[in-house]
């Protein structure tokens, strides 16, 4: 079985003419991820492509890496509007009990946990600020955002692909 892949980044641009790239970060790990000797892979259309971090800089809501052996922005141009990631043998970062990894929350589906209504999908996670919010895709209505909170998000079941939630009042627009 081939090896599972997790996306921490997007590279959005190249950066100057000595091979950076801008990514934008989709993890919570933005050290541990972009630091130098991290392993990483650009998704490609025709499969991954291994590269190797050596060296990290954050600009503005960027940040700026440079690949080992991709030192000219030839080398680089062609990655542009491709996905970032990371093994996940190469995940050395221990979560605490109450901590998940993006990719393993997106995708849950999303349980009223009073009376079971389904909402649909987690689609995506956005972090405007203190606390991430949870994009869920709804058929046919628009997104619901839910704050991950403990008091709106009551019980995570990664095995069962679940999200148990407690949504506030006021929040869902029932005439959407």
Do not use: C
């Not at 919570?28 to 972009?34: I, P, V």
């Not at 389904?118 to 996670?125: A, L």
């Amino acid at each position: 079985m081939p090896e599972k892949y997790y996306q921490v980044g997007k590279i959005v641009n190249t950066h100057g003419i000595r091979g950076e790239v801008r990514v934008i970060a989709t993890t919570d790990f933005t050290e541990e991820r972009f630091k130098k000797g991290t392993h990483l892979a650009v998704e490609m259309p025709n499969g991954l492509t291994p590269v190797t971090v050596s060296a990290m800089r954050q600009h503005k809501q960027f940040y700026l890496l440079q690949f080992e052996g991709l030192g000219n922005i030839n080398d680089v141009e062609l990655f542009k509007g491709h996905n970032l990631k990371i093994a996940a043998s190469e995940r050395d970062d221990q979560l605490e009990d109450d901590e998940y990894y993006y990719g393993d929350i997106i995708g849950l589906e999303v349980i009223e946990e009073s009376d079971g209504t389904s909402y649909g999908k987690v689609s995506e996670i956005i972090d405007p600020g203190p606390n991430d919010v949870w994009v869920i895709k709804r058929r046919g209505r628009s997104d619901l955002l839910l704050p991950f909170l403990k008091s709106v998000i009551k019980k995570i079941d990664i095995e069962a692909g679940k999200a148990y939630v407690e949504v506030p009042e006021g929040l869902i627009d029932n005439e959407d």
